[in-house]
């Protein structure tokens, strides 16, 4: 290639979720990388911290105070990659993934609230807009979660294009080691406490912790609309000695807490595209226990060799995982350093920048772009969510 590749990536803002992999893809030799940013962050976001200062990082531009440089970064860049924009440039998309030019579309599931949704006629037609039409295209799809590729699949679209993708959030001190397991296990929840999350089921695990006299000490952080309910449990079990309910708190904050405990819970179930306290969980060293409904566990977590998973949202699946943990207490070290240890050599936003790239500059000189073995930008597999067969069954009875 003669010249620098010119990639920019699309999407709503800049956060610390994806700062990591701009930066990255911003330090590759011969890549000229741009950030389009196309609206302001929602106030919630910023109020959990969320919020970068885009006028310290050179390659952001903010599509609403400069469309036409914006536009021509779009449709002109050898690579484009379009994320999450809210609708706001839909006809500017249009044109790129017509052009025949080198696109990546990055999703989470489009049918996270059921599979047997892809039957609607309406949803045919928008799907057919925005992404059957383009399947001859040279567009890819990046998938966000382990089930995308399933619902992609439904719709016929992206056929032997679709790669397996994620966030790559990145801690400081990520050259932490944990010290040797004291007599008293810390475990830790983080998340926003609404439905989806569950943080039910990790008062759940603390109460039968307790009842077994195992020593441990757990840290809830986080704020949302069933606090109050969490606050209830807590009293009803007479865990105030043992769960600490902190609020909410910073990202930063957050990884503290990560790097003091020794078992991270992920509860959340299907509606969770991705997760990406998982990835910080397992990069802090901890043996983390997670629900394979959520989009990244099954891309991150192998049972038994860098953390364990339950399935079908399972109270007791996820009791009894902590239990072996508890009753096996040296796995929780060993589940650890392999989870480090996977966001250290392949999971990380290095690698993810370094496997884009490389696919793109194979393209780009007309060679069959390869994808990778195993982490980012390696083939997607259809995994069915939970709950597959009933979507079918559910599709049957409509029909």
Request: proline share 4%.
């Amino acid at each position: 290639m003669d010249k620098g590749m010119v990639v920019t990536f699309v999407s709503n803002y800049i956060n610390h979720h994806q700062l990591p992999f701009c930066n990255a893809m911003n330090s590759m030799e011969d890549v000229e990388f741009h950030f389009i940013q196309t609206s302001p962050m929602e106030e919630k976001r910023v109020e959990m911290g969320w919020a970068l200062d885009v006028t310290d990082i050179p390659y952001v531009s903010l599509f609403y105070e400069d469309r036409n440089e914006c536009k021509r970064l779009i449709l002109d860049s050898d690579v484009t990659i379009l994320g999450w924009s809210d609708g706001l440039i839909s006809d500017i998309e249009q044109e790129r993934l017509s052009s025949g030019k080198l696109t990546f579309r990055v999703s989470e599931r489009i049918y996270r609230e059921g599979q047997w949704k892809f039957i609607s006629p309406k949803g045919i037609i928008a799907k057919y807009r925005e992404h059957i039409r383009f399947r001859n295209k040279p567009v890819y799809l990046l998938c966000a979660g382990a089930y995308v590729a399933s619902d992609f699949d439904l719709i016929r679209s992206y056929p032997g294009k679709k790669l397996r993708w994620g966030y790559f959030p990145q801690i400081k001190n990520e050259d932490y080691v944990k010290p040797e397991l004291t007599d008293c296990v810390n475990i830790c929840w983080a998340g926003r406490i609404i439905e989806l999350k569950h943080c039910e089921h990790a008062i759940e695990v603390a109460r039968l912790l307790n009842d077994k006299g195992y020593s441990f000490h757990m840290d809830i952080i986080g704020d949302g609309n069933k606090k109050a309910e969490i606050e209830a449990l807590i009293d009803r079990y007479n865990l105030q000695g043992r769960v600490a309910l902190h609020g909410g708190k910073k990202p930063d904050e957050v990884i503290d807490f990560m790097q003091k405990a020794d078992i991270y819970l992920f509860t959340s179930n299907y509606l969770e595209g991705w997760g990406a306290v998982v990835n910080e969980a397992m990069e802090c060293g901890c043996a983390v226990v997670a629900s394979h409904e959520a989009g990244a566990v099954p891309f991150l977590i192998r049972d038994g060799v860098n953390g364990l998973t339950y399935e079908n949202g399972s109270i007791r699946a996820l009791q009894d995982k902590v239990l072996y943990l508890f009753e096996n207490r040296d796995k929780i070290r060993e589940f650890g350093k392999r989870a480090k240890e996977t966001m250290t050599r392949e999971w990380n936003a290095q690698n993810g920048a370094k496997e884009l790239v490389r696919f793109s500059k194979e393209f780009l000189d007309g060679r069959e772009p390869r994808p990778c073995a195993s982490g980012p930008v390696s083939l997607a597999t259809n995994i069915r969510p939970a709950g597959f067969i009933r979507s079918l069954q559910e599709k049957n009875r409509l029909e």
